[in-house]
């Protein structure tokens, strides 16, 4: 029977940690709780945070930070979890990636047009600032 390594046991982190290593609030981390989407195990009021929750947790900033909205990204990494797994999860991301693109795609057209149109707006003030000042 191998000798058990008492250092090898799971990796955990703290609240504090955790927010710390993803640049959130405890606040942030907590609503995510709220919501479900993370499960810390409870030790009394302590919060113990283990690989599965860190996976999540980037997940979810992951999805924010690509616009997706929080139900759509409960939905993925709840996929996860499901019978089919992992090939589920990549068949639905792969369908939400579309959407995503297509809407950023939108946006970035109208951001170009908006910033066409402040500087064609920028070069009318300067010029009439010129006239006005000569």
Not at 4 to 24: C, K, L, R, S, Y
Not at 83 to 94: A, K, N
């Amino acid at each position: 029977m191998p000798a058990v390594d008492p250092g090898a046991q799971a990796q955990t982190w703290t609240i504090a940690a955790i927010a710390e290593e993803f640049g959130v609030t405890h606040r942030t981390v907590r609503h995510y709780e709220d919501l479900g989407l993370i499960t810390p195990e409870r030790r009394g009021t302590q919060r113990i945070y283990h690989r599965r929750d860190r996976t999540r947790l980037s997940l979810i900033l992951r999805g924010k930070r690509l616009g997706f909205p929080l139900e759509e990204i409960r939905t993925i990494i709840d996929l996860y979890d499901a019978p089919r797994g992992r090939r589920s999860q990549l068949e639905y991301v792969l369908a939400q990636i579309d959407d995503r693109r297509t809407d950023l795609e939108r946006r970035r057209r109208d951001l170009d047009e908006a910033l066409t149109e402040l500087d064609r707006f920028e070069e009318r003030c300067r010029e009439d600032l010129a006239r006005l000042t000569h």
